[in-house]
């Protein structure tokens, strides 16, 4: 039997992680100057046998000549038993030629005078190098193997893929690197599928008459969607026959009831009426922890009117706190955007987004910014507060975000 898994979101999730500045010393550890570059990845969803798409940004600040620019793929499992395990694999390593700007070694005289122009001018160059589409020439594509596994998260395995890129230099102790996380599954499609169960072909029964019967071997129906919600229309009947009883002949008899015969009616234990669904943070926490996929069981909540109210009266505190205990850390943009626009009368502020901003991973703040200023009401009022708590990069990043909705 073969299970094919749901296709990922046919959304792009792009992915822009703040860049790396190393120092660079030789073997004596004097000082030879540092390298600073960036990386952004058109779409960190990645399905199996896809080509994962890089560009790569530079700026060698040093008197080192840098080798090469190499970029690999880890498949790293994790499974919690008697004892804790890690396996990793590498996927993908191809090594690039220093053909781009910025990967030339620079001379002490150009050192001297660029250390007047500051951290920022290297974060605009790369910022501009990483999200231009007229170098296609500077494209890096990685193929993911079609035998990788799914990115998966659970309480006793997790499968984790990780984008490495390094800048190699002749010292090599020092050579800078930048990890991205991917997330790797089925391709994409426009409309998601169920998932499609293929049964094994009819196997002919042996002749006991020495003829040949396979002709009336009839052949299975072809292969069909498991049906929505099978699961849950599904129901086992649990019988539970009588205590100490015993059958002689075809009837029973109890040995706690003289002998006299019982009756042969199948005792069916009447289940408990389950506990209400109540709509408070607590519970919806709890459920979140034992839940693989958030963003579905955010998304039902809020279909759900006694759950509405709880959502749309969230402070920026309950709001972090949800978030926080998201998953799967690719869906922390999209389970934002969900609930901030579940947020009643205005009430989604600047103090939300800076709740979200210290909640989700260092890596999503970008994104988790550019689906949050849609929402904010006080925007105008309040930006200080969000810019207050992002990095030079970030700033950079977002900069034509706040333009257009301010």
């Known amino acids: 039997m073969h299970v094919q898994s749901a296709p990922l979101p046919p959304i792009l999730y792009p992915v822009m992680v703040e860049p790396v500045t190393k120092l660079i010393a030789n073997a004596m550890r004097s000082s030879k100057g540092s390298i600073t570059f960036g990386v952004r990845v058109s779409n960190a969803h990645i399905g199996r046998g896809e080509d994962l798409e890089l560009r790569i940004g530079c700026r060698n600040d040093s008197t080192v000549n840098v080798e090469r620019v190499q970029a690999k793929v880890k498949e790293k499992v994790e499974w919690m038993g008697a004892k804790e395990s890690t396996k990793e694999d590498i996927l993908a390593i191809p090594s690039i030629v220093p053909d781009a700007e910025g990967l030339g070694k620079k001379s002490k005289t150009e050192l001297k005078e660029k250390k007047k122009a500051g951290v920022d001018d290297n974060y605009l160059d790369i910022f501009g190098e990483i999200t231009s589409s007229s170098n296609d020439d500077k494209l890096i594509k990685l193929r993911i193997p079609a035998t990788s596994r799914d990115t998966f998260k659970g309480q006793i395995i ?197 709740a979200a901003l210290k909640a989700c991973a260092e890596w999503n703040r970008i994104a988790v910014v550019q689906e949050l200023l849609p929402f904010i009401s006080d925007l105008s009022s309040g930006m200080a507060i969000i810019e207050s708590e992002l990095t030079p990069w970030e700033k950079i990043v977002t900069s034509k975000d706040f333009e257009r909705i301010s």
């Open 158 to 354: 997790s499968v984790k893929h990780i984008l490495v890129i390094k800048i190699k230099t002749k010292w090599g102790v020092d050579d800078p690197k930048i990890e991205i996380p991917l997330k790797v599954g089925s391709r994409a499609v426009d409309e998601a599928h169920e998932p499609t169960v293929r049964l094994p072909p009819p196997v002919p029964l042996p002749s006991t008459s020495g003829e040949d019967i396979s002709g009336d071997v009839q052949p299975l129906p072809a292969p069909v969607a498991v049906p929505i919600g099978w699961a849950a229309s599904e129901k086992s009947l649990r019988i539970i026959a009588p205590k100490e009883s015993i059958v002689v002949g075809g009837a029973a008899f109890d040995s706690s009831n003289n002998g006299e015969p019982v009756s042969s009616d199948p005792v069916v234990p009447v289940p408990s009426p389950k506990p209400p669904d109540q709509p408070t943070l607590d519970n919806l926490l709890a459920k979140m922890v034992s839940s693989v996929n958030d963003y579905e069981l955010i998304s039902a909540k809020l279909e759900d009117p006694d759950w509405k109210g709880l959502f749309s009266s969230l402070t920026p505190e309950h709001f972090g706190s949800i978030l926080a205990q998201v998953n799967q850390d690719f869906d922390e943009p999209r389970v934002a955007a969900l609930i901030a626009h579940a947020v009643g009368n205005g009430a989604f502020s600047c103090n939300h987004c800076v």
